[in-house]
């Protein structure tokens, strides 16, 4: 019982994230997730309290998903090679290989949908999307600092905010990509990121 | 009498951006707009037929001041130098020396906005948005092009990619703002891909 009202859960939180990346938050309504998911309203109130609460749950399982999905993409970088940079290489084509195995476009991002629509989130939320961007920031400018140990920056620029470029390019791409209804942006866009770095930091290959 | 009417027009495009921006159009509400913009619903149906007339107009000013804020940098950037890759570099520097100047973080992106709430807009709204971003690709390629004709870059990389990381950059620095609250993410990333321009183009003053 306890593992089929985990599923339960679960498929509502699925249904419901899919519907608000494409309609947005405010205008999703419990019943049409009720609808989606083949549950009563009742099975909806037993999980969530209403669509706040929702809102929260929702938010936490994407950020999670995503920590999950970079972790385990930077653990297959790290099994192919020692060197810092070959790594983040690594991990950002495995990420865009990752990107066009998708079966359409990107479906968009919570965070930057809910940011879209502030006004509708209390300030519990807004902390968590900061938080969870605030993460996706220094997993990656971590990454970047034993880069810059090994490898001199041919221009010198802020670790922070090249760290932040690829959130940008990730978010940005999506973006693009949801308005061309093409599916290829965001993996090619992983790629521009990843020539950028290749050059800032004279990847061995290009001193040939 | 028309001047004023034209005002009024204004003055109502411009509160519903606002509002639009900061929780999403199908929450907004003409009666909000209609409180910002102290006019009367009379004077709201004299300029729209409605929300979804309101939707339109509101996207077609949005990409219209656009075109011109691009088209207005490009021209001080070109009256500064005469070569393309300077041009570019300057055009990104006034970019950001701009976006530092606002008074506050950006107030966000009415393309990347319609975007998230998709199943909100007719297709009328949906070739509008492409087209809006279409355009910028066609801007910015055509100054990579001329920058390519005469540099050659050190990794090879699609134009048109390189054109739509821009768009991405900007989209994505602009959710990355809005969630952090900070003003200076936009800047700051216009300068990451200006740097990476200077790298991939190998801009003269990397080479002494």
Known sequence: MAARGEDRREKILEVAQCIVLQKGFSTTSIDEIIDGAHITKGGFFYHF?????????????????????FNNLFEKADALSEDPLQQMLLFLKLYAQAMED????HPGCL????????????????RLTAEGMLSWRELFEERLARIAARYPMRIEVSLTELADMLTSVI???????????????????????RTYLRLLFN??????
Chains 1, 2 share one sequence.
């Open 171 to 193: 978010e940005g791409s999506i973006v693009v990509s949801r308005v061309f209804s093409t599916q290829a942006v965001l993996a090619e866009q992983l790629l521009q990121y």
């Open 111 to 126: 965070v930057a949908a809910y940011t879209y629509e502030s006004q509708q989130f209390d300030d519990e939320i807004k």
């Open 102 to 105: 998708l079966p359409g476009a």
């Open 49 to 69: 309290k209403g669509k706040g609460d929702l809102a929260r749950h929702l938010l936490e399982r994407y950020l999670q998903q995503d920590e999950q999905f």
């Open 203 to 208: 990847d061995a290959s290009l001193l040939s």
